[in-house]
């Protein structure tokens, strides 16, 4: 992408985000967007995506789906740095 790109922001603190920017980001009429900003002062937008877009998207090494507890074990391990050991 790399191009410059700005909008203006109405009297109701409202603003479009670009054509460009849409698509690169997929955002579709409805979708939503997060705004994070950095202690250095930037900000990052962000498509939010439903929880239930990651159905499906991961399997456990035995071909079965993983449980949301098995995800929790696998995030609070990632966070920590502590790998678990996997269940039978």
Do not use: N
């Not at 009297?11 to 690169?24: D, F, L, N, S, V």
């Not at 967007?33 to 930037?42: E, L, R, S, Y």
């Amino acid at each position: 992408m790399g191009a410059s790109m700005e909008s203006a922001i109405t009297t109701k603190g409202q603003m479009t985000i670009p054509k460009a920017i849409r698509e690169h980001l997929g955002l579709k009429p409805r979708d939503r967007v997060k705004f994070f900003v950095h202690p250095d002062g930037t900000v990052v937008l962000l498509p939010k995506r439903p929880a239930r877009g990651l159905r499906g998207m991961l399997k456990s090494r035995r071909g079965r789906p993983v449980s949301t507890e098995e995800m929790a074990e696998a995030v609070a391990g990632g966070a920590t740095g502590v790998k678990r050991a996997a269940r039978p």
